[in-house]
Structures are given as C-alpha cells and as structure tokens.
C-alpha cells in the first residue's frame, strides 16, 4: 500500500499564490507518476498536472498551464504543485494521486492510490 498525504491548502485571495505538498509513504516502488486532479463543488474531479518521477516529464490541464507547476524531490518522495496568480475558480479539493503507469495520465482510473485531499478556498 501507499500513502500519500497532501499539505498546503488554505484560503487566500485572489491573484496570490500556493503551494501544496505530496508526501508519499509506503511500498511506493513501482509507482512511477504522480498526478494532481481537483474536484470543485457539484464538478467532476478534472486532472490539473502529472509528472513521471524518473524523467521529470510533466503534463498540464491546458487551461492551467502558465500557472500551474508541478515538480518532485524523489528523495523526500513528495510531490509539489505550485498555483500562481490564483483564481476564484481554483477554489476546489486537490488531490495527490500515484499511478504504477509510466505514461502521465490525465484519466482518473489510470491512478491507483489517492490522498484524503487538501482545500483551496480563493476568495474575491
């Protein structure tokens, strides 16, 4: 099993910035991306970012790109996503996600094992 535990959450206003944490534990071998998704109220849960921990490939919700960056510190097994100029619209819980793929997903089934989540609350 693997845990992952997702910090970093909170409110803050519009046009200002976050960044969340991924902390992974466990039997993580074998897993090789890692993916942030979110899920707003009454919305489907949508892909924000992924990355390969090998290569440090990463992929981006196209509407994000610009202001979403993921990154890693394989030694620390975490995972980060840092979200600049924040929108009210960011307002959502954002979930850390491991897959055993090596190809970075943007479906959520190709994710096996998820966090509790961490709330982003921009206000106006």
């Keep these: 099993q693997v845990q992952l535990a997702e910090s970093g959450g909170g409110l803050v ?13 466990g039997r993580t071998v074998g897993f090789y991306t890692m993916g942030w998704f979110r899920q707003a109220p ?15 490939r990463m992929r981006y919700l196209d ?3 610009g202001r979403f960056t993921i990154s890693r510190d394989n030694a620390k097994s975490t995972v980060y996503l840092q979200i600049n100029s924040l ?10 996600a491991a897959s055993r793929s090596m190809l970075v997903s ?3 089934y ?3 094992f998820w966090g509790q989540g961490t709330q982003v609350t921009v206000s106006s």
């Design 13 to 25: 206003q519009a046009g200002g910035s976050l960044k969340l944490s991924c902390a992974a534990s």
């Design 42 to 56: 009454g919305k489907e849960r949508e892909f924000v970012a992924g990355i390969r921990l090998s290569s440090g």
């Design 63 to 65: 509407s994000g790109k």
């Design 87 to 96: 929108e009210p619209e960011d307002t959502a819980v954002y979930y850390c």
């Design 106 to 108: 943007d479906a959520r």
């Design 110 to 112: 190709d994710y096996d």
